[in-house]
């Protein structure tokens, strides 16, 4: 069985929700944080991965 599960990515700054994407919970145990871009904010900001 998979154990890929979805992660909402939200904007460090402006705090909203731009992405979503999945992760593996057995091989990544720490919450994921990337640099993406904010439509809102308008740049590269981190993006850090929030509750459901």
């Not at 979805?6 to 990544?28: G, H, P, S």
Request: proline residues 0%.
């Amino acid at each position: 069985m998979s154990q890929d599960h979805i992660a909402k990515l939200a904007c460090a700054t402006c705090k909203r929700v731009n992405y979503f994407t999945t992760r593996n919970r057995k091989q990544v145990e720490k919450k994921l944080d990337l640099a993406k871009h904010c439509n809102w904010c308008r740049k590269h900001t981190k993006h850090k991965e929030v509750k459901k």
